[in-house]
T-cell receptor, first 110, second 114 residues
Framework: DAKTTQPNSMESNEEEPVHLPCNHSTISGTDYIHWYRQLPSQGPEYVIH???SNVNNRMASLAIAEDRKSSTLILHRATLRDAAVYYC???????????FGTGTSLTVIP | NAGVTQTPKFQVLKTGQSMTLQCAQD?????MSWYRQDPGMGLRLIHYSVGAGITDQGEVPNGYNVSRSTTEDFPLRLLSAAPSQTSVYFCASSVERGSYNEQFFGPGTRLTVL
């Protein structure tokens, strides 16, 4: 499976937008891009996913580069509850086997 | 729905002891998996199952056994615990939404092997 590269940590001020980048230069044409987050002492939870087009849901937006070699998770207004480790994951269509990297630890400053 | 449940929440074992980590889901998901997470690391896949009676190895299967006799349950067995198996263990189940699968994770079991 293709690998992803994310910064180890990022900081954001509360109520400001946050852009979390992910590089996936070896992505194949059919790989889905997933984002999950892990709050302290909890299991990961789904945030958003996409294939080629930008996606929006109630939690976040996903911006996918035209060549699909990178993507950005956008939290429009960070809250203290958004402090978590965010994982960018690739998988084949119908693929259930997720390979997690180390993710980005997001700190939200009040 | 309770979602994915795991028991116990915490466990301390001595080297060489065996135990079973329990995982159950009430969402009728066919796919289930086990991950371990070491401090400061991402999750690594241990074993997974695509349905009752079918299991396969993931990235780090050594030292662990699984079986899947029902859709609901997917226990993970440690045959002879070693300190290197000290970790947090997460069980997950997933539902197919078209060609995409969303995974649902349990709250984890924190295991310490002395």
């Amino acid at each position: 499976d293709a690998k992803t590269t994310q910064p180890n940590s990022m900081e954001s001020n509360e109520e400001e937008p946050v852009h979390l980048p992910c590089n996936h230069s070896t992505i194949s044409g059919t790989d889905y891009i997933h984002w999950y987050r892990q709050l302290p002492s909890q299991g990961p939870e789904y945030v958003i996913h996409g294939l080629t087009s930008n996606v929006n849901n109630r939690m976040a937006s996903l911006a996918i580069a035209e060549d699909r070699k990178s993507s950005t998770l956008i939290l429009h207004r960070a809250t203290l509850r958004d402090a978590a480790v965010y994982y960018c994951i690739l998988s084949r269509p119908g693929g259930n086997q997720f390979y997690f990297g180390t993710g980005t630890s997001l700190t939200v400053i009040p | 729905n309770a979602g994915v449940t795991q028991t116990p929440k915490f466990q301390v074992l001595k080297t060489g002891q065996s135990m079973t980590l329990q995982c159950a889901q009430d969402m009728n998901h066919e796919y289930m998996s086990w991950y371990r997470q070491d401090p400061g690391m991402g999750l690594r896949l241990i074993h997974y199952s695509v349905g009752a009676g079918i299991t396969d190895q993931g990235e780090v299967p050594n030292g662990y056994n699984v079986s899947r006799s029902t859709t609901e349950d997917f226990p993970l067995r440690l045959l002879s615990a070693a300190p290197s198996q000290t970790s947090v263990y997460f069980c997950a189940s997933s539902v197919e939404r078209g060609s995409y699968n969303e995974q649902f994770f349990g709250p984890g079991t924190r295991l310490t092997v002395l």
